[in-house]
């Protein structure tokens, strides 16, 4: 019976004799560092600054706890043969252990019984922590004396190498954790004959940038992996995890040179559940990369310089539940960015820099059970009332959402009560709406204005008289995604600026300014002022010949063709060109180099007369 302070005391007479008689082995002591609970068989000497395993550990011993001491090496007290035995799990991790004796040599020599291998004796033991210890070498077999072992922590330790078969002859071992900072090299046979491995939890601070270097291959059976801290690597290849078919889980943390998922670099784990890709260098959302991953259900792409989530581009992870994108750079959540995800349930955006976040985003708020959304700057306008009416019914993730706009509001919180009169919007006002009439040269710029007031600021967007949009995409709760007409520009202050009008840009132009309370419109119409025929012939560029004036044919081809007559010099040009082609197709291809056409149409009209008075053929024979 091992000693203890039972809180029992006037039972124990009784309790004492019943183990005496049932089990005779167990020593009554218990080391005067440690303390021990019998019910539970488990001796606890952690924290004492012990430097060596102390005497007197009673035999029955399930469960021994060394862990923060100062022991340097693992040597046993005489006499602890038996303990050892029986001892099904040993904590060491944080010690200052630097060497674990038993190779091979030594291996025999305990054989024989004299008993002092480090790590032999250990029949039962199935549970080593070793993790947070100076280990700098492992030898081969040094842990292969632990047949029943089935979890082995490793890490943290200044590992710089684990050569081939460092872990053989575990047969049991199921879950393994290893590396440190230091660790670099992984031998290629490294992970044979280990059948029973389903975690493992590799940290490499200095393996190389190749992932194959990792050697995964005879790992089938894996479920989980962690893969910490390999900040060589800049991309997965196609293939890195192909032959881990059994993997469910997979993570990535603090791979920061990792930019980029490419669309097969997930390719062969296709049933992954659960996918961390954290402190990497990802900018974006790995939308591509995700598409061979139909069944995961949490996603985490926390501390990555994400700032967007895209509408609609999750819809290819249907059964996708949790997304957590803690401490990134978001700026915007777009509406639809969660579209089509029936499960989705959980999104923690804690820490960005969100300003709101739209209720349409969301398959359905209601579906929506948890959400973080604390330490953003956010806006508190008719946007987020949907987070406030459902603050009941939501779970809060980290800290409570406040707001930091409307100055009036600031501080205030999501998950409490509104006070009256906020999170309300204002529909946008466009401040000056008299009609502005513009009339302007052909190639002038022209700027039309148009700002508005509104809660929050309204987005300002143009429309053309075909009503198409202009302007630059800009981002912002209503992206403007029309097209940005090559010669317009949308300027901060929301004014519309064409850098050189043209005939077909007069008409009438409209200014939206919108906000989530509605939208206003004002418009602008311009004439256009065509060039005359003196200023038209004093922009055309002298090119190859001397050129008049008005008149819209170069002087040499001009020559040619009367001298000819139109007619034969276009069928001279034909003849030529199909002789040309026909020898091309004779000869292979011809350098394009060789021949060039330019055709610039012009649409003023005058000149000759002849049918082809409105183009310019000018054509180069090398
Ligand atoms: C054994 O029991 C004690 C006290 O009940 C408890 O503090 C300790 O965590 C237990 N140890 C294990 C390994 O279960
Ligand atoms: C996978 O596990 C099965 C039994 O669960 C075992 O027979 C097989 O050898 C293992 N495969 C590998 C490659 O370890
Ligand atoms: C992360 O990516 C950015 C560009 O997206 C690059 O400038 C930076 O160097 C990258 N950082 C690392 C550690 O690779
Ligand atoms: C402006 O609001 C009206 C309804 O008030 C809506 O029908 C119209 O589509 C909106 N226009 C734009 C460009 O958003």
């Not at 991790?93 to 291996?107: C, M």
């Not at 009169?421 to 502005?436: N, T």
């Not at 139109?566 to 394009?592: D, E, N, Y």
Request: glycine share 12%; with cysteine.
């Amino acid at each position: 019976m091992l000693s203890g302070s039972g809180p029992r005391a006037g039972w124990r007479p009784l309790l004492l004799v019943v183990p005496f008689l049932l089990v005779p082995e167990p020593s009554l002591s218990c080391p005067s560092s440690c303390r021990c609970w019998p019910d539970n068989r488990t001796v606890g000497c952690s924290g004492r600054g012990l430097e060596s395993v102390p005497a007197g550990i009673p035999g029955g011993t399930r469960v021994l706890d060394l862990s923060k001491n100062r022991i340097r090496r693992l040597e046993w007290p005489r006499g602890a043969g038996p303990m050892r035995r029986r001892l099904e799990e040993l904590d060491l991790s944080g010690n200052l252990v630097s060497e674990l004796p038993g190779g091979e040599e030594e291996a025999e020599a305990e054989e024989e019984g004299a008993g002092d291998g480090a790590l032999s004796g250990l029949g039962q033991l199935r549970r080593l922590r070793l993790n947070h210890n100076r280990l700098r070498y492992l030898s081969p077999g040094a842990l292969g004396r632990l047949p029943a072992l089935e979890s082995l922590e490793l890490g943290s330790n200044p590992l710089p190498a684990l050569l081939d078969l460092t872990f053989r002859g575990l047969r049991r071992l199921g879950r393994l954790e290893v590396g440190g900072p230091q660790l670099g090299y992984l031998g290629p046979r490294l992970w044979e004959g280990l059948p029973a491995l389903r975690l493992l939890t590799i940290t490499g601070g200095s393996l190389p940038a190749a992932p194959s270097a990792l050697s995964l291959q005879p790992l089938a059976n894996l479920s989980a992996l962690r893969l910490n801290g390999l900040a060589r690597v800049h991309r997965l290849p196609a293939g890195t995890f192909g032959h881990l078919t059994a993997l469910r889980l997979l993570e990535l943390d603090g791979w920061s040179s990792l930019s980029e998922l490419e669309e097969n670099s997930l390719q062969g784990p296709e049933l992954l559940l659960r996918l961390t890709l954290t402190r990497c260098n990802l900018s974006s959302v790995p939308y591509l990369g995700l598409r061979s991953q139909p069944a995961l259900r949490w996603l985490d792409l926390s501390h990555n310089p994400i700032r967007v989530i895209r509408g609609a581009l999750l819809r290819h992870v249907t059964r996708l539940e949790e997304l957590r994108l803690v401490g990134a750079a978001l700026t915007i959540v777009q509406p639809e960015a969660f579209r089509g995800l029936h499960y989705f349930r959980l999104l923690d955006v804690t820490s960005n820099q969100l300003r709101s976040l739209p209720e349409t985003a969301f398959r359905s708020a209601a579906g929506l059970h948890s959400l973080g959304l604390g330490d953003n700057p956010l806006a508190c306008d008719c946007r987020l009332n949907w987070v406030v009416r459902r603050r009941r019914r939501l779970r809060f993730l980290g800290p409570a959402p406040t707001c930091q706009t409307p100055e009036a509001h600031r501080g205030l919180r999501l998950d409490r009560p509104p006070p009256p009169g906020s999170f309300l919007c204002s529909r946008p006002r466009i401040r000056d709406k008299r009609p502005q009439r513009l009339s302007v040269r052909e190639g002038r710029p022209v700027t039309f204005r148009c700002s508005a007031d509104g809660n929050p600021p309204p987005d300002i967007l143009w429309l053309n008289p075909r009503r198409q949009r202009l302007g630059a995409p800009t981002p912002g709760p209503f992206p403007l995604s029309g097209p940005a007409l090559g010669r317009s520009r949308l300027l901060p202050d929301g004014s519309l600026e064409i850098a050189s009008v043209r005939p077909q840009d007069a008409g009438i132009y409209r200014c939206v300014a919108r906000n989530a309370g509605g939208n206003d419109t004002a418009s602008a119409t311009l004439r256009v002022r065509p060039l005359s025929r003196h200023e038209l012939g004093a922009l055309r560029p002298a090119a190859g010949g001397v050129v008049r004036p008005g008149y819209p044919f170069d002087t040499q081809t001009l020559l040619v063709a009367t001298t000819m007559g139109f007619a034969s010099f276009f069928s001279v040009v034909t003849v030529c060109f199909s002789l040309l082609f026909a020898w091309s197709r004779a000869k292979g291809p011809i350098k394009h180099n060789n021949v060039q056409v330019d055709f610039v149409p012009h649409g003023g009209g005058g000149g000759g007369g002849e049918e082809e008075d409105d183009a310019k053929f000018n054509m180069k024979m090398v």
